[in-house]
Nanobody
Framework: QVQLVESGGGLVQAGGSLRLSCAAS????????MGWFRQAPGKEREFVAA????????YYADSVKGRFTISRDNAKNTLNLQMNSLKSEDTAVYYC??????????????????WGQGTQVTVSS
């Protein structure tokens, strides 16, 4: 089992920045793919970004490319999401996800076995 705990959400003005973190514990997850998803009110959960834990290869949704940066800290077993130039449409609950496989379909939430509880990000315009 893997436990994931997100932190760093909050209220920020449009154009501002926030940094989300996801602390992982439990099984060694050096082979995991990890990702961030988000769910806005009344909408389905959507892919934000993903990272291959060993290689560090990253992937982004078009809507956040150039504004968000996903990274990992191997020593601290932590996944991060730096969010810059935030827009009102970025308002959502953000979830950290992980899986022990090299996920081909990293943007599909059904691919991930482990999920955090979510952290709220609210961007005021």
């Amino acid at each position: 089992q893997v436990q994931l705990v997100e932190s760093g959400g909050g209220l920020v003005q449009a154009g501002g920045s926030l940094r989300l973190s996801c602390a992982a514990s439990g099984r060694t997850f050096s082979t995991y793919t990890m990702g961030w998803f988000r769910q806005a009110p009344g909408k389905e959960r959507e892919f934000v970004a993903a990272i291959r834990w060993i290689s560090g290869t990253t992937y982004y949704a078009d809507s956040v490319k150039g504004r968000f940066t996903i990274s990992r800290d191997n020593a601290k077993n932590t996944l991060n999401l730096q969010m810059n130039s935030l827009k009102s449409e970025d308002t959502a609950v953000y979830y950290c996800a992980a899986d022990g496989n090299y996920l081909r379909d990293y943007s599909n939430e059904a691919s991930y076995a482990y999920w955090g509880q979510g952290t709220q990000v609210t961007v005021s315009s």
